[in-house]
């Protein structure tokens, strides 16, 4: 009882910070990105960087640094109304990924290679989704529904994929990554997901059935890939949950994982085909 009880207090919580960032304006959800951002690549990294001792929170710290100031500066550039220019990006990127491998030249890390390895993994599965999400949120105007209609076929997924689960679930999906996940309960999540996606932004964002159907498919098949990479992620790291951000519910990474899989697919569809 005190599980649960702790869970639904974490979980509102949790709720109301993400509505106040995205309904409090373009700039409070530009910081909120930022801070989610920070627990999402200091949760990453914390996995894939080996040593335990005080090396290893210098490394998450520079790494965090690092993969979060491409976020921050699309962050300000977007939020002046500056295009998102991909050819000032990338250099900038550039840059940002050879200081730490520079960093490696000189540090007693027994993993240089790896970890130079798992800073380049982290741009490209967190920074750069986070990046695509603002310039999603941001043009061509700032739209706090949009971004609400994205994280709600996020919860959708997770909550029709546990009830029907729990309910009639037998046939494993990803045995050896994920017990707990069945074919049952995967189809009720993207039932739910696709029929609930495609109704909030065809009403209440008066979006063509066709581009709310394709978003909310692209949503449910990429979402449960990006849960099942983690989860593959953390099994082979030997570990339950990314962090203790949220009591009950692990880390932030655990709760984002299916979002910024699916918003880099999201984002090309939308930028295109979808338009």
């Known amino acids: 009882m005190k599980g649960l009880k702790e869970r639904v207090i974490s979980a509102f919580v949790f709720l109301v910070i993400i509505l106040i960032g995205i309904f409090g304006g373009a700039s409070n959800f530009g910081f909120l990105v930022i801070l989610i951002s920070v627990f999402l690549l200091w949760e990453f990294f914390g996995i ?22 491409p976020v921050a500066w699309v962050f300000w ?17 550039l840059i940002l990924i050879y200081i730490p491998l520079l960093f490696e030249l000189f540090s007693l890390s027994s993993a240089p290679f ?17 990046c695509l999400l603002l310039d999603i949120a941001y043009v061509p105007a700032y739209s706090p ?17 546990y009830f029907v689960g ?3 679930g037998k046939t494993p999906l990803a045995p050896t990554i994920s017990p707990k996940k069945t074919w049952e309960g995967t189809l009720g999540g993207w039932a739910t997901t696709i029929l609930g996606g495609a109704l909030y932004f065809h009403f209440f964002m008066e979006k063509p059935w066709d581009l709310t159907v394709a978003i909310s498919v692209i949503a449910a098949v990429f ?18 949950d990314t962090g203790r951000v ?25 930028r295109f085909i979808g338009g």
Not at 114 to 130: A, K, Q, R, S
Not at 223 to 240: P, Q
Request: proline residues 3%.
């Open 223 to 240: 979402g449960t890939l990006g849960d099942l990479v983690e989860s593959k992620l953390k099994r082979t790291a030997g570990i339950k």
């Open 166 to 168: 729990s309910s009639i």
């Open 77 to 93: 550039k977007e939020f002046q109304g500056e295009a998102f220019d991909l050819y000032e990006f990338g250099p900038i990127a």
């Open 114 to 130: 790896d970890h130079v390895g798992g800073l380049f993994l982290g741009f490209f599965y967190i920074t750069v989704p986070m």
């Open 145 to 161: 529904f949009l971004i609400l209609g994205l994280l709600l076929m996020t919860w959708l997924n997770d909550i029709g994929a």
């Open 246 to 270: 949220m009591p009950g519910h692990g880390g932030l990474l655990d709760r984002f994982d299916a979002f910024i899989f699916f918003l880099p697919f999201i984002y090309l569809y939308l």
């Open 48 to 69: 894939i960087i080996s040593e335990e001792s005080r090396s290893k929170s210098i490394h998450k710290a520079l790494w965090t640094i690092a993969a979060l100031i």
